[in-house]
Protein backbone atom coordinates (compact mmCIF):
# COMPACT_ATOMS: atom_id res chain seq x y z
CA UNK A 1 0.00 0.00 0.00
CA UNK A 2 2.53 2.63 0.85
CA UNK A 3 4.42 1.99 -2.86
CA UNK A 4 1.14 2.86 -4.40
CA UNK A 5 0.75 5.94 -1.97
CA UNK A 6 4.47 6.86 -2.96
CA UNK A 7 3.53 6.28 -6.81
CA UNK A 8 0.56 8.56 -6.28
CA UNK A 9 2.14 11.16 -4.49
CA UNK A 10 5.35 11.11 -6.27
CA UNK A 11 3.53 12.17 -9.75
CA UNK A 12 2.96 15.67 -10.22
CA UNK A 13 -1.06 15.68 -9.69
CA UNK A 14 -0.61 14.33 -5.87
CA UNK A 15 2.50 15.88 -5.05
CA UNK A 16 0.16 19.28 -6.13
CA UNK A 17 -2.49 18.16 -4.26
CA UNK A 18 -0.31 17.04 -0.90
CA UNK A 19 1.75 20.87 -1.22
CA UNK A 20 -2.04 22.59 -1.39
CA UNK A 21 -2.92 20.50 1.74
CA UNK A 22 -0.20 21.42 3.78
CA UNK A 23 -0.73 25.00 2.59
CA UNK A 24 -3.88 24.92 3.71
CA UNK A 25 -3.35 23.53 7.08
CA UNK A 26 -0.40 25.77 7.52
CA UNK A 27 -2.81 28.78 6.70
CA UNK A 28 -5.32 27.80 8.74
CA UNK A 29 -3.30 27.44 12.16
CA UNK A 30 -1.84 31.11 11.24
CA UNK A 31 -5.34 32.23 10.88
CA UNK A 32 -6.26 30.82 14.14
CA UNK A 33 -3.63 32.44 15.81
CA UNK A 34 -4.21 36.17 14.36
CA UNK A 35 -7.66 35.97 15.43
CA UNK A 36 -8.95 37.15 18.78
CA UNK A 37 -10.01 33.70 20.85
CA UNK A 38 -13.74 35.14 21.12
CA UNK A 39 -14.09 34.62 17.53
CA UNK A 40 -11.41 32.33 16.41
CA UNK A 41 -13.47 28.87 17.21
CA UNK A 42 -16.43 30.12 14.65
CA UNK A 43 -13.66 31.30 11.66
CA UNK A 44 -11.90 29.02 9.16
CA UNK A 45 -9.61 29.79 6.43
CA UNK A 46 -10.81 28.76 2.86
CA UNK A 47 -9.36 28.81 -0.15
CA UNK A 48 -5.85 31.11 -1.69
CA UNK A 49 -6.04 32.03 -4.76
CA UNK A 50 -3.90 34.85 -6.48
CA UNK A 51 -2.58 35.85 -2.97
CA UNK A 52 -6.55 35.99 -1.76
CA UNK A 53 -7.85 33.93 0.68
CA UNK A 54 -11.63 33.40 1.67
CA UNK A 55 -12.34 33.73 5.34
CA UNK A 56 -15.55 31.89 6.42
CA UNK A 57 -17.52 33.19 9.26
CA UNK A 58 -20.15 31.04 10.96
CA UNK A 59 -22.57 33.92 11.21
CA UNK A 60 -23.27 37.57 10.34
CA UNK A 61 -22.25 38.19 13.70
CA UNK A 62 -18.69 37.17 13.69
CA UNK A 63 -18.66 38.12 9.79
CA UNK A 64 -18.97 41.52 10.92
CA UNK A 65 -16.52 41.77 13.50
CA UNK A 66 -14.09 40.18 11.39
CA UNK A 67 -14.35 43.14 8.62
CA UNK A 68 -13.88 45.54 11.41
CA UNK A 69 -10.67 43.95 12.34
CA UNK A 70 -9.80 42.89 8.54
CA UNK A 71 -6.95 45.15 8.21
CA UNK A 72 -5.14 44.37 11.16
CA UNK A 73 -5.82 40.45 10.72
CA UNK A 74 -4.13 40.81 6.98
CA UNK A 75 -0.77 42.43 8.94
CA UNK A 76 -0.73 39.71 10.65
CA UNK A 77 -1.54 36.61 8.73
CA UNK A 78 1.40 38.39 6.32
CA UNK A 79 3.98 37.67 8.70
CA UNK A 80 3.97 34.38 8.66
CA UNK A 81 2.19 34.13 4.78
CA UNK A 82 3.80 36.16 2.78
CA UNK A 83 1.97 34.62 -0.02
CA UNK A 84 -1.78 36.27 1.05
CA UNK A 85 -2.20 39.53 -0.75
CA UNK A 86 -5.64 40.36 0.38
CA UNK A 87 -8.55 38.60 2.72
CA UNK A 88 -12.10 38.07 1.51
CA UNK A 89 -14.75 37.66 4.58
CA UNK A 90 -17.60 35.36 3.84
CA UNK A 91 -20.49 33.87 5.71
CA UNK A 92 -20.62 30.00 5.55
CA UNK A 93 -23.95 28.64 4.56
CA UNK A 94 -24.96 25.78 7.00
CA UNK A 95 -27.86 24.27 6.38
CA UNK A 96 -28.46 22.80 9.91
CA UNK A 97 -28.69 26.03 11.35
CA UNK A 98 -31.46 27.05 8.94
CA UNK A 99 -33.28 24.37 9.54
CA UNK A 100 -33.25 24.47 13.32
CA UNK A 101 -36.91 25.49 14.49
CA UNK A 102 -37.20 26.80 18.09
CA UNK A 103 -40.25 25.17 19.90
CA UNK A 104 -43.37 27.56 20.21
CA UNK A 105 -44.29 29.01 23.06
CA UNK A 106 -47.92 28.36 24.28
CA UNK A 107 -49.81 30.95 26.24
CA UNK A 108 -49.86 31.48 29.76
CA UNK A 109 -52.36 30.99 32.39
CA UNK A 110 -53.00 34.82 32.96
CA UNK A 111 -53.20 35.54 29.27
CA UNK A 112 -55.86 32.47 28.58
CA UNK A 113 -57.90 34.08 31.58
CA UNK A 114 -57.66 37.73 29.68
CA UNK A 115 -58.78 36.26 26.57
CA UNK A 116 -61.31 34.59 28.16
CA UNK A 117 -63.02 37.51 30.41
CA UNK A 118 -62.76 39.74 27.09
CA UNK A 119 -65.04 37.73 25.09
CA UNK A 120 -67.49 37.06 28.13
CA UNK A 121 -67.61 40.62 28.06
CA UNK A 122 -68.30 41.28 24.50
CA UNK A 123 -71.64 40.78 22.82
CA UNK A 124 -71.82 38.51 19.81
CA UNK A 125 -69.12 39.82 16.74
CA UNK A 126 -66.62 38.72 14.72
CA UNK A 127 -64.25 40.14 17.23
CA UNK A 128 -65.80 37.74 19.65
CA UNK A 129 -65.69 34.97 17.50
CA UNK A 130 -62.38 35.24 16.80
CA UNK A 131 -61.42 35.56 20.84
CA UNK A 132 -63.45 32.23 20.95
CA UNK A 133 -61.84 30.84 17.97
CA UNK A 134 -58.56 31.44 19.46
CA UNK A 135 -59.67 29.75 22.93
CA UNK A 136 -61.15 26.57 20.83
CA UNK A 137 -57.13 26.35 19.28
CA UNK A 138 -55.90 26.87 22.50
CA UNK A 139 -58.12 23.87 24.07
CA UNK A 140 -58.88 26.41 26.86
CA UNK A 141 -62.22 27.04 25.99
Known amino acids: MANRLDFFLGRSEGATLLRDAERSLRIERILRKSLPKAISAYCSAG ?10 ADNGAVASKLRQISSSLLEKLRKDAPEIGSIRISVRVNPETRLEKKPKQGMGK ?32
Request: aromatic fraction near 4%; avoid cysteine.
Open 47 to 56: RLVDGKLVVY
Open 110 to 141: KGVESFRELSDSLEDSPLKSSIESLLDKLGKR
